[in-house]
């Protein structure tokens, strides 16, 4: 079993920047984490992911080149830095861990999910 515990959300004005962080229980090797968010009245949604060595990374189109996903193994932890937030980056972003070393934008093929952080920004 994996706890992942997101952490850094918070409420910024529209422009600003957040960096969010994900830490694990335990060393989950080989493992791709991934970030998805899920604003009021929506679906969940895939933002970025990275593989275990972080050599591969995919983002959404809608935050590539503004968000940035990077992982410090030796903490057991992932963080996506967001840049140039807009107000309909609004929402509950959560953390999940795929055992499996491949690249999924899907959610059901996470095996662990944090609780989420609120990220709200103003306009």
């Known amino acids: 079993q994996v706890q992942l515990v997101e952490s850094g959300g918070g409420l910024v004005q529209a422009g600003g920047s957040l960096r969010l962080s994900c830490a694990a229980s335990?060393?989950?090797?080989?493992?791709?984490t991934a970030w998805f968010r899920q604003a009021p009245g929506k679906e969940r949604e895939f933002v970025a992911a990275?593989?275990?060595?972080?050599?591969?990374?995919y983002y959404t189109d809608s935050v590539r080149g503004r968000f940035t996903i990077s992982r410090d193994n030796a903490k057991d932890t992932v963080y996506l830095q967001m840049n140039s937030l807009k107000p309909e980056d609004t929402a509950v972003y959560y953390c999940?861990?795929?055992?499996?070393?491949?690249?999924?934008?899907?959610?059901?093929?996470?095996?662990?999910w944090g609780q989420g952080t609120q990220v709200t920004v103003s306009s």
């Open positions: 335990r060393r989950t090797f080989n493992s791709a």
């Open positions: 990275t593989t275990w060595s972080g050599s591969n990374t």
């Open positions: 999940a861990a795929n055992l499996k070393p491949g690249i999924t934008t899907i959610s059901r093929d996470y095996d662990y």
